[in-house]
């Protein structure tokens, strides 16, 4: 079975190698994963990132480089590339309605703080707790 991973917004660069440019994100995080293929998803427009999709070789891979993804929030190239696994048509759905949930509640309790941890909205106590 081979593994995806999907990174978003990966400037596109003329006559640029798919596979070159997530090597060159891979080794930011000091990894260099075997690469079966990958592509740009979408169609090219004026002034749109498409996402990359890279099939990964072995599962491990993915999951090191997920592991590692949140290394690339400190690198001055590539702060705004994000990592994540691919996702069923079912779990993309889901997901979105989550964030719909989790962006309302902020809107609703501005004095809150909520976050989505492992695909459940939390709610942050940042005051004193009775114990």
Do not use: H
Not at 77 to 85: A, D, F, G, K
Not at 111 to 116: A, C, G, N
């Amino acid at each position: 079975k081979q593994w995806y991973q999907r990174r978003v917004r990966l400037p596109e660069e003329e006559n640029e190698t798919v596979t070159d440019r997530a090597l060159t994100v891979f080794e930011e995080l000091d990894e260099k994963p075997p690469i079966s293929s990958s592509c740009r998803l979408g169609t090219a427009a004026e002034g749109k990132t498409r996402p990359i999709r890279v099939t990964l070789e072995s599962r491990d891979s993915v999951l090191t480089l997920l592991k590692k993804a949140r290394q690339l929030r400190s690198s001055e190239i590539y702060s705004r590339v994000y990592l994540c696994p691919d996702r069923t048509f079912e779990e993309r759905r889901e997901r979105r309605e989550t964030l719909q949930t989790l962006e309302k509640l902020r809107r609703d309790n501005p004095e809150r703080q909520f976050e989505l941890k492992r695909g459940v909205i939390q709610f942050m106590c940042n005051g004193p707790t009775n114990s």
